[in-house]
């Protein structure tokens, strides 16, 4: 079975589909810089709160940069792990004002919002060439930053 891969799905799709994934990465990985930044240079009166929700972030998106990560491996692609291709290509930029929360929270809606559109974008493929293994690590992290959305925007009016 010349055309399929490893775990039996076409070696050309799986190829486009590790491509959009490193795009996510890109993405993740810059996102996850930023929160780091936004918890190391928090100030303010919501200091205390700011600075333990900037933390699980954090974490989350750094088990989340693994699994994508190792999605990509897992369909015979290599995970891009530069910081100047993800600053090159990432759709989400590098904050500049990370001491002020609400600006911070205001970044990550909009950064999440990117992400699930792209993530929706590698579901329908994923979806098309019956990989279901990407398939339900985007339905998880649609979900999951959904409702991270109504949160932050919640705190946000």
């Not at 010349?2 to 070696?11: A, E, H, P, Q, T």
């Not at 699980?56 to 291709?85: M, Q, V």
């Not at 590098?94 to 909009?110: D, L, T, Y």
């Amino acid at each position: 079975m010349k055309n399929v891969s490893r775990i039996g799905l076409s070696n050309e799709k799986s190829g486009e589909l590790a491509d959009k994934l490193n795009d996510l990465l890109a993405n993740y990985s810059v996102l996850y810089q930023n929160t780091k930044g936004y918890h190391w240079n928090i100030k303010g009166e919501n200091f205390f709160e700011l600075h333990v929700k900037f933390e699980e972030l954090y974490n989350n998106l750094f088990l989340k940069i693994d699994e994508i990560a190792e999605r990509i491996l897992t369909l015979g692609s290599s995970p891009d792990h530069r910081y100047s291709t993800y600053i090159a290509s990432s759709e989400i930029k590098e904050s500049s004002e990370v001491s002020n929360g609400k600006k911070g929270i205001a970044e990550v809606v909009e950064a999440l919002q990117i992400l699930l559109i792209k993530q929706r974008r590698i579901l329908n493929l994923a979806a098309d060439i019956e990989d279901e293994g990407t398939n339900a690590l985007m339905s998880d992290y649609i979900r999951e930053q959904e409702k991270l959305i109504w949160m932050y925007s919640a705190y946000l009016n």
